[in-house]
Nanobody
Framework: QVQFVESGGGLVQPGGSLRLSCAAS????????MGWYRQAPGKQRELVAG???????SYADSVKGRFTIAMDNDKSTMYLQMNNLKPEDTAVYYC????????WGQGTQVPVSA
């Protein structure tokens, strides 16, 4: 089993930016397709950004052009750069493998509000 720790969340105003970070207890970022998910209050958890070990990326329509998923050079940390944040981006954000069934971390809270 793999454990994930998300960080970097916090209150941000509409139009602002945040960079979220994800660390894994084992070196898996270079092996599996990874993604960032979010769960808004009263909503189902959804995949917002994904990246393959070959470097391909994909984004949900709601965040395309505003969010960027990336890894550092040694693949030890995964990031989600979020720009031009909107109130509808308010959610708890999680990282995980897209295709494996690893356990979920605690997530990091991102409230977007003036």
């Amino acid at each position: 089993q793999v454990q994930f720790v998300e960080s970097g969340g916090g209150l941000v105003q509409p139009g602002g930016s945040l960079r979220l970070s994800c660390a894994a207890s084992r070196n898996i970022f270079s092996i599996y397709t990874m993604g960032w998910y979010r769960q808004a209050p009263g909503k189902q958890r959804e995949l917002v950004a994904g990246t393959t070990n070959g470097g391909s990326t994909s984004y949900a329509d709601s965040v395309k052009g505003r969010f960027t998923i990336a890894m550092d050079n040694d693949k030890s940390t995964m990031y989600l750069q979020m720009n031009n944040l909107k109130p509808e981006d308010t959610a708890v954000y999680y990282c995980n493998s897209v295709r494996q069934s690893f356990s979920w971390g605690q997530g990091t809270q991102v409230p977007v509000s003036a």
